[in-house]
């Protein structure tokens, strides 16, 4: 059915489905005004929306819930392959699970600036990545020890191992 739908008419639908999403968490669940699919072959096979306060979990954001949902579904830890559709850009902590997840492309409707414009404000978090550890606000302190430095060595030396 879907061979037949223009490529917006596709991105327009999935873009809908985050959308209707966020606003279902939103009005059902008290989340934030956010939502995400994962897609794949033309097909829905992940889906979230903000849980953070329902779950009392910081990291309850859509596109994490979707991009476990879509593992789940597809049972495999990454997501070559997939295209995920949000309701807004992404924050530096979903920024990074969608890099580690292997996504190939992301489209978004909101922008962090508007999402700034309405109390969530993640600008703070960009602006402190390409900082010093030292001149971080969250004091960050190395404290290296040789159990971890083996423990990275039992990793590198595995032959079993699967990489990621």
Not at 9 to 15: D, I, K
Not at 52 to 64: F, G, N, R, S
Not at 108 to 121: E, L, M, P, V, Y
Request: charge should be negative; include cysteine; charged fraction near 20%.
């Amino acid at each position: 059915m879907t061979d037949h739908v223009d490529e917006p008419q596709l991105h327009a639908r999935w873009m809908n489905e985050a959308i209707a999403l966020a606003r279902t968490g939103m009005r059902e669940h008290g989340g934030g005004p956010f939502g995400a699919v994962v897609v794949f072959n033309n097909e829905i096979v992940g889906r979230g929306w903000n849980q953070v306060t329902h779950l009392l979990d910081p990291t309850a954001h859509a596109e994490v819930i979707a991009i476990r949902d879509a593992c789940q579904e597809l049972k495999r830890f990454e997501l070559r392959g997939c295209v995920l559709y949000t309701s807004c850009e992404p924050c530096p902590m979903c920024l990074s699970a969608i890099y580690w997840s292997r996504l190939d492309r992301v489209y978004f409707a909101s922008t962090r600036k508007d999402a700034a414009g309405i109390g969530f404000d993640d600008d703070f978090i960009y602006q402190q990545i390409p900082l010093e550890l030292t001149a971080r606000s969250l004091p960050m302190i190395q404290l290296p020890t040789a159990a971890a430095a083996d423990l990275f060595a039992e990793w590198a030396a595995n032959p079993d191992k699967i990489p990621y």
